[in-house]
């Protein structure tokens, strides 16, 4: 009798764990894309150790170096949120929904930059590189990819002939690489990723000069896969939100080099939409 | 000064520094050949091996078209790899011969046709194997300043394009020259170390030559002295020199007072025969004139003063037959044979003497059984001896007398305390005639000389400040020829 009394506290022993292991929610998991300086992990520990104290749920980042990667883990539902780009937001947007914008140099905006190696005191604009070697972020890179080649495009030219040989580095950080080592004579980098990289790094950047800047778009969304439930997104937005008035949040801001989130608007994104128009996509 | 001529000092230490020098020289030079050759070799198989991991690495980003992955990966490898330092770049050609990617892209832009890039790849486009199983191709021309190690970049059967891994000749010879500073540095520290013991060993071994050259240099002269055994105790040639060197001045004393002697007893050999040539010379007329005297006085009537006149010409006379009767000594008078007991006659004959000078008289005395010597002549060389001695050594004088015999010989020694001998006086003191004071003839010596050289024996004087010595050694088996028979008279 006592043996079956034992195992009967046991099973509810067990039971009782269980259920408060779930208490403690599903781990929450959002995708990184390159659209930042994606490899500073240290400073990425942080934030999700961050998030999960202010969540008081699990939270994983999980890390894709190709836009597409992190494009299909939001399709598949295999992630609830992701730090996308402005051309896979676009392209996903029925996929997903807007829950946050990065706010820049105070503003929810950033730009291309248009680089070349330091030694090319010439070069003014897009057209001036003809015929050169470029480097490409992303093929769903919005700064990386379709602003120089709308560039071309607007110019006349067609931007599968107008380089001699192009490719692709699959993050804005190794594109400032390619133009800083030379593999490159010209690139189109995110504004922003340009900018964090010239505080951590100036002597990678100072090889490198910007030749032009591009209009400015609305910054690399956070955005929530559309099965996220409402609390999730409401919970997930309100701690985005309230990073700046916490000193652990607000010093991990600075060190992603931002001022804070803004829910932000899809407008924000109009721009990129003409340009994506241009290529005759929706 | 012809430089063999310099010192064996400076000779020796030079001969063994250049030795040395050369033989420093010779394995630094072989040791350098080696290294030289282990370089390059390293050098290329290194190369080969970052080619051979890169160029697997580098297949599928080529065949992805990874440009950017295909720059990390050269990238890496030249960074990364151990001999990062000597591989100055990796460049990733196609097909086409046109630049893939370079580990240094300022230098090869992409796209750029290989033989465009400069003399050397040119040269190399030329001659490098473009199948697709071709093996790695070294380029290592004497004209280039590069050394370009090519490997395909192919797997099961197709080729993307080649990997050129170049690196600079200098860098194989700043390697060189690093080995090549060492082993200088090495070979100079060795220099240092052995040089200073080669001029030390060949001043020493030399400096024993110097002494023995210089002793030999002064052999014959004054200055001729002896070597100290102990400046050289090794048994090497060195040491036989020296060893060869002491006999050679013993034997060269010994001939040079043979020498001496011979002279010495020639001398005084002519001077016997003279002086018993003399003596046979007046003892004849002597004879005639003494029976004259004795026939006058016996048989005629001389007045008073002819009796005076003939007493004193006998009296002169006799004292000339005296004197000339010491001259002619004669050793083969008939005697009995000497025994410990004449040695207690002679002292009692002297004991008068000694009291007379206060001289005291230390006597010792070891003769066992009777000898064949002559008693007489013998007691006659002791008793002048002794009283030369006691008359030498003065007042509180000593003398000593000390006498032993053995198988062979008899061996008398007499020494006095009194004034030295100079050594002119011992040259010629056993000549007849010598008197160093007023009393006497000055024929003691001379007889004593006579008697022992005609016994076969010796009898010698040595003086110094403290002692003045006579050794008379005379043999106790007689020889049957004597040295000096010539100074018998008939």
Known sequence: MITLRKFLLLIWLFAWSLSAWAAAGSTIRIAMTPAFLHDQHAMLAQWRDYLQSQLKRPVEFIQRDRYRETIDLLQQQKVDFAWICDYPYLVLKDDVKLLAVALHQGKPNYQAYLIVPATDKTTRSIADLKGSIFAYADPYSNTGYLVPRFEIKRGGADPATFFRRTFFTWSHRKVIDAVASGVAQGASVDSYVWESLAKVRPDITAKTRIAWKSALFGFPPMVAQRNVSAADFKRMQQVLMDMQNHPQGLELLKRLNLDGFVPGSPQLYDGVVDMMRQFGEP | ?490
Request: negative net charge; aromatic residues 6%.
């Open chain 2, 1 to 490: 000064m012809r430089l063999f001529d310099l010192s064996l000092r400076y000779k020796m230490p030079l001969w063994g520094g250049g030795l040395i020098l050369v033989t420093a020289l010779t394995l630094s030079a072989s040791f350098m050949w080696q290294a030289w050759d282990n370089l390059h070799h390293d050098l290329q198989k290194n190369a080969e091996d970052l080619g051979r991991s890169t160029a697997r690495a580098l297949f599928p980003l080529m065949l992805h078209d990874e440009v950017w992955q295909a720059f990390e990966t050269v990238s890496l490898s030249l960074t990364s790899s151990d001999n990062a330092a000597q591989t100055e770049s990796l460049v990733v050609f196609d097909n086409q011969l046109r630049v893939y990617i370079s580990s240094d892209s300022q230098a090869h832009r992409l796209t750029q046709p290989m033989a465009s890039l400069d003399a050397e790849f040119a040269a190399l486009a030329a001659v490098m194997p473009k199948a697709p199983d071709a093996d790695v191709f070294v380029r290592d021309a004497s004209d280039a300043s590069h050394i370009y190690v090519a490997l395909p970049i192919a797997s099961g059967g197709v080729r993307l394009g080649t990997l050129v891994v170049a690196y600079h000749k200098s860098v194989l010879w700043q390697r060189f020259s690093q080995l090549l500073r060492n082993a200088v540095g090495i070979t100079l520290l060795t220099l240092a170390i052995l040089l200073p013991i080669t001029a030390y060993w060949g001043r020493r071994m030399m400096r024993p030559m110097q002494w023995i050259t210089e002793r030999i240099r002064r052999v014959g002269t004054a200055d001729d002295a002896s070597v100290n055994p102990s400046l050289y105790p090794y048994g090497d040639e060195v040491g036989l020199l020296y060893a060869a060197y002491l006999d050679m001045r013993v034997k060269l004393q010994q001939k040079d007072a043979l020498e001496k002697e011979v002279i010495e007893s020639e001398r005084m050999a002519a001077v016997g025969r003279l002086t018993a040539s003399i003596a046979h010379e007046i003892n004849n007329p002597l004879g005639g004139m003494l029976n004259a005297i004795s026939t006058l006085k016996r048989h005629g009537n001389p007045d008073l003063v002819t009796q005076k006149t003939v007493s004193l010409l006998e009296r002169g006379l006799s004292h000339i037959r005296e004197t000339v009767a010491a001259l002619l000594v004669q050793s083969k008078v008939k005697s009995r044979p000497l025994n410990a007991s004449d040695f207690d006659d002679v002292q009692v004959l002297v004991a008068h003497a000694l009291k007379k000078q206060g001289t005291r008289l230390d006597w010792s005395v070891s003769i066992t059984s009777d000898t064949t010597l002559p008693s007489t002549l013998v007691r006659q060389v002791l008793i002048n001896l002794l009283l030369n001695a006691i008359t030498a050594a003065g007042a509180a004088g000593q003398v000593n007398l000390m006498a032993q015999t053995d198988e062979k010989q008899l061996k008398v020694v007499i020494d006095n305390t009194g004034q030295p001998m100079s050594s002119d006086q011992l040259g010629r003191l056993f000549e007849p005639f010598t008197s160093f004071t007023n009393e006497g003839n000055g024929l003691g010596l001379w007889i004593c000389y006579q008697i022992v050289t005609q016994l076969g024996g010796r009898i010698q004087a040595d003086s110094n400040a403290e002692r003045t010595r006579f050794t008379v050694t005379l043999p106790l088996i007689p020889t049957d020829e004597p040295p000096t028979p010539q100074n018998l008279p008939d």
